[in-house]
């Protein structure tokens, strides 16, 4: 099997690039496991050149691995001087950097035609490994277990939202999360029919709907997880309201599996909520991809592009009725050989506590 480096010099033959310098640190990782604050990359048909400051150096030692290993605080000017007799003409780079950055990209490398580079490695990254998809699948256990725990937190009339989230973030980090994914969406009562109300002072009361989206960091991997649960009681219409949302969800998961278009992906979901009447209250996209990231592609829209296996995906779909409450359910799929599988396994039938 290809490590990731091999797959990106098979990637990079197939663009205009003699080399591709990589900036984004999520995407180094990706690339070197290298996990610190201050890396250049430089990977040409020739040449992996690895740099970092002399905080770094001995870590990269460490774990950086098929690499020439350059301590500086020059990355770009040691850059140029390396390749300067290697005949290169054209040098890719990570499309997403500052101003002042590419103004200093320019002028180092003004011999150079520079080419950026928009989601060259995350179209890689949106393949996961076995390694990849173990520890998103353990970010998921640890964000499961953080649900059931808060379950018995929560008391109507004297907890807050902010409270929910500190609980869960602490308790995720006890579980051995290194760290929360996302700023939380705890959004109770009225607030719930905010798809992204972020966690407020608001007390939760008996007979509202509390919605807690979170999700945490695992070996620098993501969970992202949804469930809408109801405090004291339950009327009708909210029973009905879950129902439908919770039968998106499944029917997403019984039909996700490689091939089906993107397209299709936030289709099957929608169609059921459309089909209850509540299409206009289904007001975002079915989900995204998660990996290093909290979201990554694919998304869903329009795209006629297939979902392939490895992608690891989000399944969140949600009815929001303005001035009265919201529900939402995700989970997080991997696709498999056969299928999808369900990485996170919190319940979410509907509960009332």
């Known amino acids: 099997m290809l ?92 499309d997403q950097v500052s101003y002042v950055y590419f103004k200093m990209l320019k002028s180092v490398f003004a011999a150079y035609e520079l080419i950026p580079m928009s989601s060259f490695i995350e179209n890689l990254r949106m ?55 996302f700023d939380f969406i705890i959004a109770s009562g009225y607030r719930s029919a905010m798809p992204h109300g972020v966690a407020s002072e608001k007390v939760i009361q008996t007979g509202e709907t509390l919605t807690m989206d979170f999700g945490c960091y695992y070996n620098h991997y993501v969970s992202d997880m949804t469930r ?36 299709d992906f936030d289709r099957i979901p929608r169609q059921i909520i459309n089909d209850a009447g509540y299409g206009a209250y289904f007001t975002h996209g079915i989900g995204h991809g998660i990996g290093l990231d909290i979201h990554e592609i694919p998304y869903f829209g329009k795209s006629s592009e297939p979902i392939e296996i490895g992608m690891v995906l989000t399944d969140e779909p949600g009815i929001y009725l303005d ?7 995700e989970d997080d799929l991997v696709i498999t050989e056969t299928g999808c599988e369900v990485l996170t396994l919190a319940p979410k039938e509907l509960i009332v506590i």
């Open 3 to 94: 490590s990731r480096v091999e797959k990106f010099e098979v990637a990079l033959k197939q663009t205009e690039c003699d080399a591709v310098l990589v900036t984004n640190l999520k995407n180094i990782y990706y690339l070197t496991g290298f996990s610190g604050t201050e890396a250049t990359v430089f990977i040409s048909k020739t040449r992996r050149i690895f740099l970092t400051d002399s905080r770094y150096t001995l870590i990269a030692k460490g774990v950086v691995k098929g690499f020439d290993i350059i301590e500086t605080r020059d990355a770009l000017g040691e850059i140029a001087k390396i390749i300067g007799d290697d005949k290169l003409e054209k040098i890719g780079f990570d």
């Open 127 to 181: 393949i996961k490994d076995a390694e990849e998809i173990d520890s998103i699948r353990k970010a998921c256990q640890i964000s499961d277990q953080a649900f059931l725990d808060v379950l018995d937190f929560i008391k109507p009339g004297e907890t807050t939202e902010l409270a929910v989230m500190n609980f869960l973030d602490a308790r995720m980090r006890k579980l051995g999360a290194s760290g929360a994914s």
């Open 228 to 263: 809408t649960i109801h405090v004291g009681h339950v009327t009708d219409e909210e029973r009905e309201i879950y129902d439908i949302v919770l039968r998106a969800n499944k029917a997403l998961i019984d039909q996700a599996k490689a091939g089906v278009s993107r397209i």
């Open 323 to 329: 001035g009265k409450y919201g529900v939402r359910i």
